[in-house]
């Protein structure tokens, strides 16, 4: 979801003393110093350094891939430069949340203009233990690393500079939240909210398919239980703050990282110390490693009890969140919306909250304000040609970005054909903005409309179901040179669309299995294929 436009490289001159190879690699490794101080700043330019690292480039990962599990995208990588290893640790989904797209990450990381190893957020813990790994293996074998280059004796460290205001998570600005309307009617499963921010007064500027960064906070209550659990006073003083502000702003009280259980051993003796080292280590002794938040860990090891201060220092930070962007500037001026799912289960007689998805649906009051920041689309545009016909698919929230494409393609009154899959568990409690889509297609915005619902009769249908029973005018549509969109879950929804498109290549197309697979290749390379996904 990340956009990462290439600017013009820094050239290094044809008579310096160096091989074509190497002025390359010197023109990306500059660029890349100077990327995240410059608007749209990229990834390196790939390339062999002359006898160094290749730097990692996602047109030449086999692992580029988010349905592929980390192990088998480690193995791919085994034989690559260190870059490239670095890369592979990554989500693969270019979802922009680290402020890079997965190449741009493991570069900064490689070249050391990246010291933080915890901005996959998609990835969680395993790509942190496999980042912090390869960082002590490279830096073991004396290569690249991630590790803060050495200042001299009482040097002070520079500080990277910010990104331009509003347009980067560390250079976030205040936006007014408006409004939440909910979107599901009496008898759905789901609690999903349409959502609207003010950005008048920012700098914020966005076109359709961006996604906007959201700083959330903690849930209070939750955050009251911690300290009760920690015996601590929730007034008392860390770093300038209150212990309660501190967690309520500051820290990730979701799942217990590394760090914390490290702490714990520390804290506990005998089988509880061995059970809080394998966690750390990213063992799962008991079978619950999965559901154990910081309140959780906290109840498992009930005797350790660490000062708040230290107890701070053992928690990741709380991360922003990345929502695509259901608006359009053209038919939305000054302002943005977002189609959020609120996140509620129970575990084990606890309720458990998502983070920004209920702050959004619940805590935050209506003309409060909150931290924001814009994240340009990284490869997610309408076509610049506006007679091109659209296909777009995306069931449940993944209809965000496309409420968008279709605002924007009525106010630029496009003439090109318009075709939405939608899909949800039920028709009477789910057609997210079911009054809009109705009237889009009165107006002829919305050529095709096809529904898809898992929870209605006796079997369960989804939006790749649509695409093969509409293969015929699906293939002609592709053929027109239409291009084909899809928002959704990167793992299984993605990759179920992807085999749609590729079946009716075959069975429409005329296509053997190899060529229907290279068809659908093709239009990746192309550009008429694009994924936002999550």
Request: glycine fraction near 10%; charged fraction near 25%; charge should be negative.
């Amino acid at each position: 979801m990340s956009e990462h436009v290439t600017p013009p490289l820094v050239l290094i001159p044809e008579n310096a003393p160096f091989n074509p190879d190497q002025r390359s690699w010197l023109s990306g490794y500059f660029a890349a110093l100077l990327g995240p101080a410059i608007e749209g700043a990229t990834a390196l330019a790939p390339g062999d350094s002359g006898g160094g690292p290749k730097l990692a480039d996602n047109d030449d990962a086999p692992w580029h891939d988010p349905s592929m599990p980390l192990p088998d995208r480690m193995e791919l990588a085994k034989e690559r430069p260190e870059p490239q290893k670095l890369m592979a640790a990554m989500a693969q989904q270019d979802c922009g949340q680290c402020g890079y797209n997965c190449a741009d990450y493991a570069n900064a990381l490689f070249l050391k203009k990246e010291e933080r190893l915890n901005l996959c957020q998609p990835g969680g813990k395993d790509t942190l233990r496999m980042l912090k790994k390869l960082d002590e293996e490279f830096g073991a074998s004396g290569g690249g690393t991630a590790k803060k280059a050495d200042a001299g004796e009482g040097e002070a460290k520079a500080e990277a500079p910010l990104g331009p205001l509003g347009y980067c998570r560390e250079n976030p600005v205040e936006a007014v939240f408006l409004s939440r309307t909910r979107l599901n009617e009496p008898g759905g499963e789901k609690e999903t909210w349409h959502i609207e921010i003010d950005l008048t007064g920012t700098p914020i500027e966005y076109v359709v398919g961006d996604s906007l960064g959201l700083f959330p906070s903690n849930p209070p209550a939750l955050v009251d239980a911690v300290i009760a659990e920690l015996g601590a006073r929730p007034e008392r003083i860390i770093g300038g703050q209150t212990l309660r502000n501190r967690l309520i702003k500051d820290y990730a009280l979701g799942g217990a990282p590394d760090g914390l259980y490290q702490l714990l051993s520390l804290l506990t003796s005998g089988e509880a110390r061995k059970k809080a080292q394998a966690l750390s280590a990213g063992e799962d002794p008991d079978g619950d490693a999965a559901y154990l938040d910081v309140l959780g860990a906290l109840h498992k090891f009930p005797g350790a009890r660490p000062d708040a201060e230290v107890f701070l220092e053992a928690l990741d930070e709380l991360q922003p969140r990345l929502y695509s962007i259901s608006s359009s500037p053209k038919a939305d001026p000054g302002r943005v919306s977002l189609t959020v799912d609120a996140v509620r289960y129970n575990h084990r007689s606890r309720l458990r909250l998502g983070v920004a998805s209920t702050h959004l649906g619940e805590r935050i009051s209506e003309k409060t304000t909150v931290k924001v920041y814009l994240q340009k689309a990284h490869g997610f545009a309408l076509p610049e040609d506006l007679s091109k016909d659209v296909i777009m698919c995306g069931p449940g929230t993944g209809i965000a970005p496309f409420r968008a494409f279709l605002r924007e393609r009525a106010a630029t009154q496009a003439p090109g054909r318009n075709w939405l899959f939608y899909g949800h568990q039920r028709q009477a409690s789910d057609f997210f903005y079911k009054d809009e889509l109705t009237k889009l297609k009165d107006d002829k915005v919305l050529t095709r409309l096809s529904l898809a619902w898992s929870r209605d009769g006796t079997e369960k249908t989804y939006v790749q179901d649509r695409m093969r029973e509409s293969g015929a005018e699906l293939w002609n549509w592709l053929e027109g040179g239409a291009h084909f969109y899809v928002c959704g879950d990167a793992k299984r929804m993605a990759k179920d669309v992807e085999r749609a498109i590729i079946d009716v290549a075959g069975s429409h197309g005329g296509k053997n299995p190899d060529e229907a697979v290279a068809y659908f290749t093709h239009l990746k390379k192309t550009g008429r294929y694009q994924a936002d996904v999550y």
